[in-house]
């Protein structure tokens, strides 16, 4: 059964920085295309940032230049360093494939003060 962990999220002043990490368990994400999605409540989830599996990235236009995505194939980890962040950015961060092969995890929160 794939296990999908985030961490890293937390209350951050605007300017900023986190770092979000993901792990999966149970499957082997060298194999997969990897991203990072967002959510505001009562809103469905937008993709945020997006590495293959060799390692080439591609952000959205609202991320791009203050986000950077990144993976550790040995260690089954993705990673999402936030730096810049603005109040706006405040979502739950999800991580997944990017053809949403597994069931979501739990996420981690983001939460940008003004």
């Known amino acids: 059964q794939v296990q999908v962990v985030e961490s890293g999220g937390g209350l951050v002043q605007s300017g900023g920085s986190l770092r979000l990490s993901c792990v999966v368990s149970g499957s082997i994400i060298r194999l997969y295309d990897m991203a990072w999605y967002r959510q505001y409540p009562g809103k469905g989830r937008e993709l945020v940032a997006g590495?293959?599996?060799?390692?080439?990235?591609n952000y959205a236009e609202f991320v791009k230049g203050r986000f950077t995505i990144s993976r550790d194939n040995a260690k089954n980890r993705v990673y999402l360093q936030l730096n810049t962040l603005k109040p706006e950015d405040t979502a739950v961060y999800y991580c997944n494939t990017n053809r949403l092969r597994y069931a979501w995890g739990q996420g981690a929160q983001v939460t940008v003060s003004s």
């Open positions: 590495i293959t599996s060799d390692g080439r990235t």
